[in-house]
């Protein structure tokens, strides 16, 4: 999903990760596969104050208002509207418009304090509500509000935030994720394409692609994107790694096992292709003996 971020006040860079995730496992979950595009607004409670009051005749600041731009018949939501959603089909932004989302900063850190929860699980729950109205749920009828829940805490508990408590992401969103990822690949010189999802322990999920190069010994794995982002955000634990390539099964190459135990020789590797064949193994096998910090130390053989 493409998110159109405007951001009116400071935001940490966790939440729009967590939220970027949200938005793509909600298209996924929902059975979306056209690309999508939202634009999110994040600002203060005066700014949603006066959006309240003058777009819904509401006079108070709120958490999180959707504007839709498909009107859904009684009952239809987005992973049934393939028709509706290609008519809002932006060729500027080369994906279908939703419709606009308005979340107050302030009120994710009042209720998260509130809810007894972190600022991330609070993001996370808005913004999920936020698209499930503009992918045509709503909350009137009690039938409604439960087909609306439903649906969100499917989102929720894929990325890891379920109501029950945090969980831990599910390999099939991780593995969703590295696909996903693989569209965005750059590879007109080897015409292999390989995405990747990097979970890092606080349940934020870094996507990368392989970057290629005119000059072809720059090219840049997938792995290595994902990992090198994820870092430079300020993540350097990591749970997991979903890679995903089209024929061959992408296990990684020696760099990127080198790459990855700098920072987490215990990750588990997840790797898909072809329709869905699958497989795993920890770092551990894929590099053992591995170099690390304490060989250069000259940690005892
Ligand atoms: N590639 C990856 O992205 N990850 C791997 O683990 C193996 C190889 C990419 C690099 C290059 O763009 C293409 O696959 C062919 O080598």
New binding site residues.
């Given amino acids: 999903m493409k998110l159109l971020w405007q951001m009116d006040v400071p935001v940490d860079p966790k939440l729009i990760t967590l939220m970027q995730t949200a938005a793509d496992c909600a298209l996924l979950q929902e059975g979306v596969l056209r690309p999508c595009a939202v634009s999110v607004r994040l600002c203060g409670d005066e700014e949603i104050h006066a959006i309240n009051r003058e777009y819904r005749q509401v006079d108070r600041a709120t958490d999180v208002l959707s504007f839709p731009t498909i009107n859904y018949p009684q009952g239809v939501t987005a992973g049934k509207a393939d028709k509706l959603l290609r008519q809002e089909l932006d060729d500027e932004v080369d994906a279908c418009m939703l419709g606009d989302l308005i979340l107050s900063v302030p009120h994710i850190y009042a209720q998260a304090e509130e809810y007894g929860h972190s600022p991330m699980r609070e993001a996370a729950y808005l913004l999920v509500h936020g698209i499930c109205h503009l992918m045509g749920y709503d909350h009137i009828e009690p039938e409604d509000q439960r087909s609306m829940r439903a649906m969100e805490e499917k989102i929720l508990s894929a990325i890891g935030m379920s109501r029950d408590g945090e969980s831990t992401v599910t390999d099939e969103t991780l593995l969703s994720l590295a696909r996903e990822a693989m569209k965005r690949s750059y590879?007109p010189y080897?015409h292999?394409a390989?995405g990747a999802a990097l979970l890092c322990a606080d349940g934020r999920i870094y996507q990368g692609c392989?970057i290629?190069n005119a000059a072809y010994g720059l090219?840049n794995?997938?792995?290595r994107t994902a990992l090198f982002k994820a870092v430079s955000e300020g993540a350097t634990e990591f749970t997991a790694i979903a890679?995903a390539a089209e024929n061959a099964a992408?296990?990684?190459?020696g760099a990127?096992r080198q790459a990855l135990n700098e920072f987490a020789p215990d990750l588990r590797v997840l790797v898909t292709w072809g329709d869905g064949q699958k497989d795993e193994m920890n770092l551990k096998q894929l590099l053992p003996h591995g170099f690390g910090a304490a060989e250069l130390n000259g940690k005892p053989y």
């Fill in positions: 590879s080897s292999f390989v392989n290629e090219a794995c997938a792995e890679i992408p296990w990684p190459c990127c």
